[in-house]
C-alpha cells in the first residue's frame, strides 16, 4: 500500500523566506504526483502536477521537484507571502490508473507579517 | 467559469439515518471523483466515475456506501445506516479526460457531522 509522509507537519516562518516542503512516498511506480494548498474549511487547489517522466514543473513563485527512484518530491516556495498561508498536500497517483490519489497528511505553512 | 460545487455544505444528521451528499462539476468534466477527509488527514479516495459509470468504487468502505452519476453529469453519494465514525468532510473533483493528466478541481466539500 502507498504511503505519503510530508515533513514537517508545521512550518512558521516570516514573509520573504524560501522555504522547502517536503514528501515522500514508499512505492516508486506512480503514474504522477501533484501538489495541492487547502485553505482552512476550503476545498483543494491544485497547484502542480509532474508526470512520471518529468523532473520538476514551475508555476511563478513554485517549484516542484520529482525524483521517483528515491521516492522524493520537494515543493520549493521563493519569497513567501502571508496569503501563501494555508496546509500544502502532496499526492501521488498509481501507477495504472492515474486518477486515485494517495495523499500526505499536509503541512500546514504559516507566513507572518 | 463556475468550479465544482457541493451541496449541502454542512449536515447534521442523527445515528442510523440516511443521507445524501451532493456535487455539480465543472461543465464539460467527464471524470469525477469522491473523496472523505478526516480532521487532520488528507483526502481518501473513495469511487471514480467516468461519464455515467463508476469506473472504480473500490475506495467505498462498505455497502452503506453508494454513488450515482445517472446523466454524466451531477453525482450524489448516498449514505444508509449512518455512524458516527462516517464523520468526516466528504469532497468531489472533477477533471478532463484523460484522468492522470489533468489537474483535479475540487468542490469546498460537505461536512458531514453524525451525532
Known amino acids: 500500500k502507498q504511503e505519503v509522509t510530508q515533513i514537517p507537519a508545521a512550518l512558521s516562518v516570516p514573509e520573504g523566506e524560501n522555504l522547502v516542503l517536503n514528501c515522500s512516498f514508499t512505492?516508486?511506480?506512480?503514474?504522477?504526483l501533484q501538489w495541492f494548498r487547502q485553505d482552512p474549511g476550503k476545498g483543494l487547489t491544485s497547484l502542480l502536477l509532474i508526470q512520471s517522466s518529468q523532473r520538476e514543473q514551475t508555476s511563478g513563485r513554485l517549484n516542484a521537484s520529482l525524483d521517483k527512484s528515491s521516492g522524493r518530491s520537494t515543493l520549493y516556495i521563493a519569497a513567501s507571502q502571508p496569503g501563501d498561508s494555508a496546509t500544502y498536500l502532496c499526492a501521488v497517483a498509481k501507477s495504472n490508473s492515474g486518477y486515485a490519489l494517495n495523499f500526505g497528511k499536509g503541512t500546514s505553512l504559516l507566513v507572518t507579517p | 467559469g463556475a468550479g465544482v460545487s457541493q451541496t449541502p455544505s454542512n449536515k447534521v444528521t442523527e445515528k442510523g439515518k440516511y443521507v445524501e451528499l451532493r456535487c455539480d462539476p465543472i461543465s464539460g468534466h467527464t471524470a469525477l471523483y469522491w473523496y472523505r477527509q478526516s480532521l487532520g488527514q488528507g483526502p481518501e479516495f473513495l469511487i471514480y466515475?467516468?461519464?455515467?459509470?463508476?469506473?472504480?468504487d473500490s475506495g467505498l468502505p462498505n455497502d452503506r456506501f453508494f454513488a450515482v452519476r445517472p446523466e454524466g453529469s451531477v453525482s450524489t453519494l448516498k449514505i444508509q445506516r449512518t455512524e458516527r465514525g462516517d464523520s468526516a468532510v466528504y469532497l468531489c473533483a472533477s477533471s478532463h479526460q484523460p484522468p492522470g493528466n489533468s489537474p483535479l478541481h475540487f468542490g469546498n466539500g460537505t461536512r458531514l457531522t453524525v451525532t
Open positions: 512505492d516508486s511506480a506512480i503514474y504522477n
Open positions: 466515475f467516468q461519464g455515467t459509470g463508476a469506473a472504480d
